[in-house]
């Protein structure tokens, strides 16, 4: 089944505790995507990527990092959170340039 | 630069009367407009997508959109809503340079009553 997984689903921590929350798809899908969705804002994307190695800011990057070693996985990294990082976070892939996305369940982060 | 309005963060609906929910958007260059669907605790799915070879656009579960450029819009309609239409509705536009950036309306939260 073509899925886009993430873990964790859910996760309570506390400042400045770097955290990773990982995605993987198993379509072979060269786009990845991180998004942010908050209340009253829709989703706004946080990074994505091209290819491996190939990575670039969305529209709020700051404070965080991702990485693409490989086609298939695409970790986001919250080096220190912050509880202005407390968000629904979803990971997206597509089989390229303005193909529809396949969309993660989510990862509810709340950072106290 | 693009973006996306929706207007109406909510919308209560009678179950078989007309669902519109409306997407305007700003692009520089021609643009991919999409519309995603989010049922409760879970990620987007995709309802449908625009990518200029036709201007109205069906999708699955009975919605479809037109896209209109001299009004700049891509209305999502569907002419009889059912229970199982309650969910979260987003417009996304994606420009043809932009190289992978989407950008998401606000959202637009669909009731069924019955």
């Known amino acids: 089944e073509a899925q886009v997984t993430q873990n964790p689903r859910y996760l309570i921590t506390v400042t400045g505790k770097k955290l990773t929350v990982t995605c993987s798809q198993n379509?072979?899908?060269?786009?990845m995507s991180w998004y942010r969705q908050d209340p009253g804002l829709g989703l706004r994307q946080i990074y994505y990527?091209?290819?491996?190695?190939?990575?670039d800011k969305g529209d709020v990057p700051e404070g965080y990092k991702v990485s693409r070693k490989e086609k298939r996985n695409f970790p986001l990294i919250l080096e220190s959170p912050s509880p202005n990082q407390t968000s629904l976070y979803f990971c997206?892939?597509?089989?390229?340039?303005?193909?529809?996305?396949?969309f993660g369940d989510g990862t509810r982060l709340s950072i106290l | 630069a693009q973006s996306v309005t929706q207007l109406g963060s909510h919308v209560s609906v009678s179950e078989g009367a007309l669902v519109l929910l409306r997407c305007n958007y700003s692009?520089?260059?021609?643009?991919?407009l999409f519309w995603y669907v989010q049922y409760p605790n879970q990620g987007l799915q995709l309802l449908l997508k625009?990518?200029?070879?036709?201007?109205l656009v069906k999708g699955i579960n009975g919605f479809e959109a037109e896209f209109k450029k001299s009004e700049t819009s891509f209305h999502l309609t569907k002419p009889s809503a059912h229970m199982s239409d309650a969910a979260e509705y987003f417009c996304?536009?994606?420009?043809?340079?932009?190289?992978?950036?989407?950008?998401f309306g606000a959202g637009t939260q669909v009731v069924v009553t019955p």
């Open positions: 996304a536009v994606s420009e043809s340079d932009s190289w992978g950036k989407l950008q």
């Open positions: 997206a892939s597509s089989s390229g340039l303005n193909q529809p996305q396949h």
């Open positions: 625009y990518t200029s070879a036709a201007t």
């Open positions: 379509m072979n899908h060269e786009y």
């Open positions: 692009s520089s260059v021609p643009p991919y």
């Open positions: 990527s091209m290819n491996v190695e190939v990575t």
